[in-house]
Nanobody
Framework: QVVLMESGGGSVQAGGSLRLSCAYSGTNRYNTQYMAWVRRVPGKDHEVVAAIGTGPEVTFYADFAEARFTISRDKGKGILYLQMRQLQPEDTAMYYC????????????????????WGQGTQVTVSS
């Protein structure tokens, strides 16, 4: 059974930084072929912030994250990271770690419904 556990959320002022971590276990090379950070802003649908795939390693970033956020993974430790910089109030959301062993067709890995395993989430609040 895949277990995903996020940490690192919190409250920060605009312009600040946070690093989210997701410790994952019960995984293998197949069921974590793709991993992502997905957020839900209050009143909006879930959206993929950033994703990482293996074989070869590739990354995806939403437009709003491209220049400010960095996704990375330490396979040896079983931890997925999201380094967030220049945070803005509109980044306030619940951030979820997600994983999928499915095959991505046509960029499916950039959509929340592609992911089958989810953590409980960690709240990020950015004040102006």
């Amino acid at each position: 059974q895949v277990v995903l556990m996020e940490s690192g959320g919190g409250s920060v002022q605009a312009g600040g930084s946070l690093r989210l971590s997701c410790a994952y276990s019960g995984t293998n090379r197949y069921n974590t072929q793709y991993m992502a950070w997905v957020r839900r802003v209050p009143g909006k649908d879930h959206e993929v912030v950033a994703a990482i795939g293996t074989g070869p390693e590739v990354t995806f970033y939403a437009d709003f994250a491209e220049a400010r956020f960095t996704i990375s993974r330490d396979k040896g430790k079983g931890i997925l990271y999201l380094q967030m910089r220049q945070l803005q109030p509109e980044d306030t959301a619940m951030y979820y770690c997600a994983a999928s062993g499915r095959m991505s067709i046509g960029g499916q890995w950039s959509t929340p419904t592609f992911y089958t395993e989810w953590g409980q989430g960690t709240q990020v609040t950015v004040s102006s």
